[in-house]
Structure formats: structure tokens, C-alpha cells
């Protein structure tokens, strides 16, 4: 479809909705009856969804045309040592074509089904004009020993959301043709599971691990950022007045604190031994070294010329 062609399409459309739009309003203003204004609310609707339904298929449609050839990046090997078979994993596949999906206004999630022995995921797929399409698939869960339950379950349901997930935007994986000629037994297809299912929780631990030290290092920068604002400072003031206020905690612990004005600033102190100096120096020079916290300046030394 060429680009005139689409915008004419857009354009009509818009202009329709526009058309039921004034149409609706105009039925207000006239007081036409109930009957009137629903028949007026289900056209707007339907046109609504009918451009939506339109703008969706235009969008995978241009989708499909800048989608690269998904590579096949994960290898599986067999008890020699050999690499057996490649495949495209989830993960992979989301990181190529993401910034496509966001160009071109989509999105996606996933609906998951269990049953006894199988597992059915359905990709929903919605276009930022409202309309919704859906792609499922069901996975078996395999009873292979050398995984456990949840293993089982897990590979079968990254298995299901890979294959839907393809299905729902029609992205084709690389050497297909090649595949074709390659007869993949139910070994060979837990094999891709498992592997499928190391790689999540591979990736699960990184993630948490690249969390763990981005906490960290958000706890380290709080700490240098307070070590920062609390770096003592030194200034030459009069001492101008004294106070103490007694406090309680809620615990019927009783504390002090002692406050010193000097040059126009309080500076607060729990040490008593300051406080006596201050108190001996009222109207004196004094050498103030104090940390700027968040409830004001706390001091830390007072020495008298």
C-alpha cells in the first residue's frame, strides 16, 4: 500500500468518526429522543472500532515490513559436546524487535491456561488505537526425570509464550527453510525447554544480581551524599545566649538538649561539657566547629580564644 493511499485511508477515517462526533452532538443540542442518541452511540462505536481495526493492520502491516530476520542465537549440544540445534529464545527475540513494537504502537501480555498435562498461553496484542488481536499455543508438560515440577512447568509455559508470541506479530526465525529438513523428536524439544528455561533463570539471577548492586550503590551514594552535608565547618562567633530543653521519650527515658546561639545561629549539642564551656563564655569570642544536618547545626567543638 503506498503512503498517499495510507494517509487518504487515515484521513477518511478520521473523518468519519469526526462526521458521528458532530452528528452526536448536534442530537443533544436538538433534544432528539433516547432512541435517536443510542443508534448515533452505536454508529460512533462501530466506527471507532472499525478505524481502530484498521489502524491495527496498517501498523503490523509496516511492522512486519521493518521485522529483521530474527537469529538464532542460542545453541544446544549434545552428550559429545557437538552443537546439535539452534534456536531463538524469548528473550532474544523481545530485545530485537522491541523498539519496533514501541515505533509502530504496540503492545503486549500474556493469558496463561493449565490443564493436567498441558499448558496454554495467548498472547494479546493491543495497538495504542484500542484494537486487540490474540495468538495462542498449547505446550505439553513434559514428565522428563531430570527436571522438576516446576521446571516441567515453567519450560513447557516459556515454550508456549515463544511460539504465541511469534504467532501474534508472524515473526519468522532465521534458517526456517533449514528447519524444515531437521526432525526434532520429543528429546530434542524437552532439551529446548530446559535449555529455555536455564537461560530465564540465568537471566533472573543477573537481574537480581545487577538489583543487588544497584541497591547498593544507591546505599553508598545516600551515604556519601550525608557524609557530604554533614562535613564539619569551622567559624569565629560571639556567644550570645544559652538554652536547655528536657525531654522525654516514649519510653520515660529522659534526655537533654542544649542549644548555643552565636552569630545569629543556633548549633545544638547532647554534650553537657560544651554547653558549660559556652556558659562561661557567654559574650566571648569563641571557635564554633559545627555539621549542617537536617534539623539544623550540630555541634561538634567550642573552643574560647
Known amino acids: ?27 443533544i443540542e436538538k ?13 460512533r462505536r462501530e466506527l471507532k472500532e472499525e478505524r481502530a481495526k484498521s489502524l491495527f493492520f496498517q501498523s503490523l502491516s509496516a511492522f512486519q515490513a521493518e521485522c529483521p530476520e530474527i537469529k538464532k542465537d542460542q545453541v544446544v549440544y549434545g ?10 529464545s524469548l528473550d532474544s527475540i523481545i530485545k530485537q524487535v522491541k523498539h519496533l513494537l514501541q515505533k509502530h504502537g504496540f503492545s503486549y501480555t500474556f493469558k496463561t491456561e493449565y490443564e493436567q498435562n498441558q499448558v496454554t498461553v495467548t498472547c494479546v496484542v493491543t495497538h495504542v488505537a484500542g484494537h486487540q488481536e490474540e495468538a495462542s499455543f498449547t505446550a505439553p508438560i513434559e514428565q522428563a ?3 522438576s515440577d516446576i521446571q516441567k512447568v515453567g519450560s513447557a509455559l516459556t515454550y508456549a509464550k515463544r511460539y504465541s508470541f511469534c504467532a501474534a506479530f508472524g515473526i519468522m526465525t532465521a534458517d526456517e527453510d533449514t528447519d524444515a529438513n531437521i526432525t526434532v523428536d520429543s528429546s530434542q524439544e524437552a532439551e529446548i525447554k530446559q ?76 554534650n553537657k561539657d560544651l554547653y558549660d564551656i559556652a556558659q562561661k563564655n557567654i559574650g566571648q569570642s569563641v571557635s564554633i566547629t559545627y555539621e549542617e544536618r537536617e534539623k539544623g547545626k550540630f555541634l561538634l567543638n567550642l573552643e574560647p580564644f
Not at 498517499?4 to 469526526?18: A, C, D, M, P, V
Not at 432512541?35 to 454508529?43: C, D, S
Not at 554533614?230 to 562567633?237: D, L
Open 1 to 27: 500500500m503506498s503512503k498517499e493511499l495510507t494517509i487518504k485511508n487515515q484521513s477518511n477515517q478520521i473523518e468519519q468518526s469526526g462526521t458521528a462526533e458532530i452528528l452526536l452532538q448536534q442530537a
Open 31 to 43: 433534544g432528539l429522543p433516547v432512541e435517536a442518541l443510542e443508534k448515533l452511540l452505536i454508529m
Open 195 to 270: 535449555a529455555e528455561i536455564q537461560d530465564t533463570e540465568k537471566a533472573e539471577v543477573n537481574q537480581a544480581e545487577t538489583n543487588k548492586n544497584q541497591d547498593a550503590e544507591k546505599i553508598d551514594d545516600k551515604k556519601q551524599k550525608e557524609k557530604r552535608s554533614y562535613q564539619a565547618k569551622t567559624i569565629f562567633a560571639t556567644i550570645e545566649r544559652i538554652n536547655k530543653k528536657e525531654k522525654e521519650n516514649p519510653d520515660g527515658k529522659k534526655w537533654i538538649l542544649y542549644g548555643i546561639q552565636a552569630g545569629g545561629s543556633w548549633y545544638n549539642t547532647f
Open 145 to 147: 526425570s531430570f527436571m
Open 79 to 88: 552428550k559429545d559436546g557437538n552443537p546439535r540445534y539452534k534456536y531463538a
